[in-house]
């Protein structure tokens, strides 16, 4: 035992009053003594927080007064370097007190199981990891091992403590990352709650840890802080956006039939203006300040606002795809029963951008833009016009699009309104509670939705490269084809690995069997599987160019005018078609009629 160093490790500690060291690497001891509270009420909050945040140097800090004697020592197994760390103390500590003998101190490892994990399994793995990092003369010493199942590891420790333990050494905690950011380290609320001696050892962090950390405490600290009376209009607006009133409902109504027609009709303009009417974004979003806050009634509000607002615009999409006539699907609402990642994230920044404008007034105008990328009420009403089509496959794919957009868009909210401190206080255990079991609910099915799509996208992805490899092969092939051009290309495939393809050309030429034969069978080499030929020649003709013949000009017939006081001699002769006309009398009559004629004539 000597002493080391005599100076502060933080402003908020004072000097050390012990240091020891073990196997030559040197530990920094101090102690704060029972009563010492911090503004908040807190025992060694600040402290812990401040020096065992990135150490750079290993740390021992003890909570409390230390004991003149140690009879019973409980170490808290969490795995890591720094359980490790604090049995070789626990070894250091029994041995001072015994004069170097620890077979009259006794030694407790408590490993406390989570209720979620299986315990036979955690048990087995527990008892090797602490046969690796047990020190040898706890081993001889006859070690006591405990395992204890509660949802509260914190709480399953200071029952343990309260049975008669002098002191309890903990490294820092390995908890889960949800607990850690919400209610702090283990060990700071086991020190704040505990009577007796609290000892924490911490391993020094390495540099890339720290910086990154360092990074993530950047960002929390670049949030801008909401004070407790923003914080309430912010709880007043989403509780008014998320109640369930006749407004909410009518204007889901009046959504649902704008996204129907615009569906239907193929058109985005419409589609994007349902989008700005439906209010579907706020109850979401005030789920998950119901889950953060643990607020059981704001839940099941937001919750039942939002399921009741689902199936209304589910009804009215089936209700429109039964009565418009001749409905059919459009691009419009295959877009959306083809969900993968690239949605997801769309989700999660819709959800936390929601969530920064509510709680921002200053950015509260893009609260249309976010409603637009959101795309709720869409895919809803996608969902009952598939439905009424009876078309299984796209109300499924819509289905989980929306369930998508909803699950994102709740946690990312969630996590925002996190880094804005609406966190029940610690006072609050049942709130608590529900927040942990609410974001791990969460987080499981943000895991479940990801998984999903994550296959639906693998899917997508291994289709699109086999389209494209198609494509390329049937291109490479019509290319050693004279006087031959590509028209379409249908492909499908059967459950046997066969891929059938229908593929029509238009040509000048008859191709005969074999070359339709070389055709296939170069086209499977190219993708390296069955394919099933259906080849289309379509007969064309081509001309050679035709050079068009020279137009000539021809005389074109027009009205002269006739000058004034010019005649125009008269045909002495009778008309051509008025002697046509005569009526025919007898030869005799006729004969008379030339006479006369010929008389005139003479005396002119």
């Not at 140690?70 to 500590?93: D, T």
């Not at 005969?512 to 034969?517: D, I, K, N, Q, S």
């Amino acid at each position: 035992e000597r002493t080391l160093r005599e100076k502060p490790l933080h402003p908020a500690i004072p000097a050390p009053k012990l240091s020891i060291a073990v196997d030559s690497n040197v530990f920094h001891l101090t102690t704060i003594r029972r009563g010492e509270a911090q503004p908040d009420g807190n025992y060694l909050n600040t402290a812990l927080a401040a020096v065992l945040e990135d150490p750079i140097c290993d740390v021992v800090i003890v909570g409390g007064y230390a004991p003149q004697q140690l009879q019973r020592i409980l170490v808290s197994v969490g795995g890591g370097p720094h359980s490790a760390f604090a049995f070789r103390l626990a070894s250091e500590l029994a041995g001072t007190s015994t004069g170097g003998s620890a077979q009259h101190v006794q030694v407790t490892a408590l490993h406390v199981v989570p209720q979620e994990h299986h315990p036979r399994s955690t048990f087995i793995s527990s008892a090797r990891h602490l046969e690796q990092i047990i020190d040898d003369r706890l081993h001889d010493s006859g070690l006591v091992r405990k395992t204890v199942v509660a949802s509260d590891i914190a709480q399953a420790i200071l029952d343990e403590l309260a049975t008669g333990y002098d002191t309890v050494l903990m490294g820092t905690s390995r908890e889960a990352l949800i607990d850690r950011l919400l209610f702090g380290d283990l060990p700071q609320r086991v020190a704040e709650e505990s009577r007796a001696t609290v000892i924490v050892v911490r391993r020094r962090t390495g540099f890339v840890t720290r910086v990154f950390r360092r990074a993530w405490h950047g960002i929390i600290a670049a949030m801008p802080a909401l004070t407790p009376s923003e914080r309430d209009e912010v709880r007043t607006v989403i509780r008014e956006g998320a109640s369930s009133r006749a407004d909410f409902f009518v204007m889901i109504a009046l959504a649902a039939i704008l996204a129907g027609f615009g569906l239907l009709l193929n058109s985005p303009a419409v589609i994007i203006g349902a989008m700005l009417v439906a209010p579907l974004m706020t109850a979401i979003v005030g789920m998950g300040l119901g889950i953060i806050e643990g607020d059981t009634g704001l839940l099941r509000m937001a919750a039942w606002a939002s399921a009741r607002g689902m199936l209304l615009a589910i009804l009215i999409g089936a209700l429109l795809g039964m009565l418009v006539p001749d409905a059919a699907t459009t691009p419009e609402i295959m877009a959306r029963t083809q969900p993968n990642v690239l949605d997801l994230g769309v989700a999660l920044a819709s959800g936390a951008a929601g969530a920064y404008a509510l709680c921002r007034k200053s950015v509260s105008a893009a609260l249309a833009g976010i409603a637009i990328a959101a795309a709720l009420v869409p895919p809803l009403t996608t969902v009952g016009i598939g439905l009424a089509l009876g078309r299984q496959d796209i109300a499924g794919g819509a289905l989980l699009l929306f369930l998508t957009n909803l699950i994102a868009i709740a946690a990312a909210s969630g996590l925002f309104f996190l880094l804005f401190g609406f966190a029940p206080p610690a006072r609050y255990k049942t709130q608590r509670a529900l927040l942990r079991r609410g974001l791990l609910g969460a987080l499981a099915l943000l895991a479940a939705v990801t998984v999903i799509l994550g296959i639906l996208t693998t899917q997508t992805l291994r289709v699109v490269r086999l389209d494209r490899a198609i494509d390329v092969a049937i291109r490479a092939e019509v290319e050693i084809l004279p006087d031959t051009e590509l028209v379409e290309v249908r492909r499908s495939q059967t459950d046997d690995g066969v891929l059938h393809l229908a593929v029509t050309l238009r040509s000048v030429r008859q191709f005969p069997h074999e070359t339709a034969l070389t055709f296939q069978r170069d086209i499977a080499t190219r993708l390296q599987q069955p394919v099933a030929l259906l080849l289309n020649v379509i007969p064309a003709t081509r001309l050679d160019p035709l050079v068009p013949p020279t137009l000539t000009s021809t005389p074109t017939p027009t009205r002269t005018p006739t000058p004034p006081g010019s005649s125009t001699p008269r045909s002495m002769g009778p008309p051509a078609r008025a002697s046509s006309c005569r009526r025919k009398g007898p030869p005799a009559f006729r004969t008379a009629m030339r006479t006369r004629r010929g008389r005139a004539s003479s005396r002119a």
